[in-house]
């Protein structure tokens, strides 16, 4: 089975500070997700990244990809309320089309 | 446009009344799941269709049951619904084999789901 362990749990920040999330696992993952997902609604997709050691920046976000593709990370600099969801991550495993999420990351950004 | 649709947002039922949750889809992709989701935890997913493949999840009690009559309905039923049902339900589809992109999954709204 596997697993992937997110943390922080929970984040509570003020409005231009920095975070970083991060997602770990013991298995090796061929790609992972990054989804937010408002209060009330389904997640929405926010990057894939599918080689090790590969970095994506999306605004004010910048993920990363473990070079061993077993962890990940998302990094938001100077956090606005906007960014206030929850976040997970989600892996695919080698031969499976199924995801495995992370329990999450709540994120408040205080104005 | 909505690409995954779910009907209704919310739901209201009585504790063990039968309560079906419904999802369409217009990206026409080959497999559709339900997840249940409770208050800022994780999706947990209960089972899926890979094309008319039904998929159960182990740990999915019998109590939740799911139909797909074509490729863009697929019907979450729950037979008895108990208090510990309450909780937000998504739909969610894929379409396997872009496995360059990664598997990402389209989610719905959801349905959320108060059992009274």
């Known amino acids: 089975t596997q697993l992937l362990e997110q943390s922080p749990q929970f984040l509570s920040i003020q409005e231009g500070e920095n975070l970083t999330v991060y997602c770990n696992s013991s298995?090796?993952?061929?790609?992972l997700q990054w989804y937010r997902q408002e209060p009330g609604e389904g997640p929405v997709l926010l990057v894939t990244v599918v080689t090790g050691g590969e970095v994506k920046k999306l605004k004010r976000l910048t993920f990363q990809f473990g070079d061993a593709r077993k962890d990940s990370s998302l990094h938001i600099t100077a956090a606005q309320p906007g960014d206030t969801g929850l976040y997970l991550c989600a892996g695919d495993g080698a031969g499976s089309y199924q995801l495995t999420f992370g329990k999450g990351t709540k994120l408040s950004v205080i104005p | 446009d909505a690409m995954v649709i779910q009907n209704p947002r919310y739901q209201v039922t009585q504790f063990g009344k039968p309560v079906t949750l419904s999802c369409s889809q217009t990206l026409n992709h080959n497999v559709m799941y339900w997840y249940q989701q409770k208050s800022s935890q994780a999706p947990k997913l209960l089972f899926h269709y890979y094309d008319k493949d039904f998929n159960n999840e182990a740990d999915t009690p019998d109590n939740f049951q799911s139909r797909r009559p074509n490729t863009s309905f697929c019907f979450l039923d729950i037979r008895s619904p108990g208090l510990g049902d309450a909780a937000m339900y998504l739909c969610a589809t894929s379409r396997v084999g872009n496995r360059l992109a990664g598997e990402r999954q389209y989610f719905g709204p959801g349905t959320r789901l108060t059992v009274l």
């Open positions: 298995s090796v993952f061929s790609s």
